[in-house]
Nanobody, 120 residues
């Protein structure tokens, strides 16, 4: 069974920074894309950033220039460095990954979420 565990959320003042981490564990053959989503109260879950196995990344327009996604393939870990945080970044942040369990079977899994609150 594949598990994703996020960490690094918390309370930060506007303009501050946080770094989220997500470790993927289990019997995994390979991981393809790794993503960060977020869901604010009363809103739909939205894609924040995605990074491919080769390191190509894309971002939502709302976070471009402020957030950076990266990954350590040796550690099956994805990071989200969040700078210049704004109150509208407040949300539960979820890690998501897809890949292969073996030569035939694939997986798509979510983490449990970590709360990020930006407030003075």
């Amino acid at each position: 069974q594949v598990q994703l565990v996020e960490s690094g959320g918390g309370l930060v003042q506007p303009g501050g920074s946080l770094r989220l981490s997500c470790v993927v564990s289990g019997s995994i053959f390979s991981i393809n894309a790794m993503d960060w989503y977020r869901q604010a109260p009363g809103k739909q879950r939205e894609l924040v950033a995605v990074i491919t196995k080769g390191g190509t990344s894309n971002y939502a327009d709302s976070v471009k220039g402020r957030f950076t996604i990266s990954r350590d393939n040796a550690k099956n870990t994805v990071y989200l460095q969040m700078n210049s945080l704004k109150p509208e970044d407040t949300a539960v942040y979820y890690c998501h990954a897809d890949g292969k369990l073996d030569g035939l079977n694939t997986f798509r899994s979510w983490g449990q979420g970590t709360q990020v609150t930006v407030s003075s």
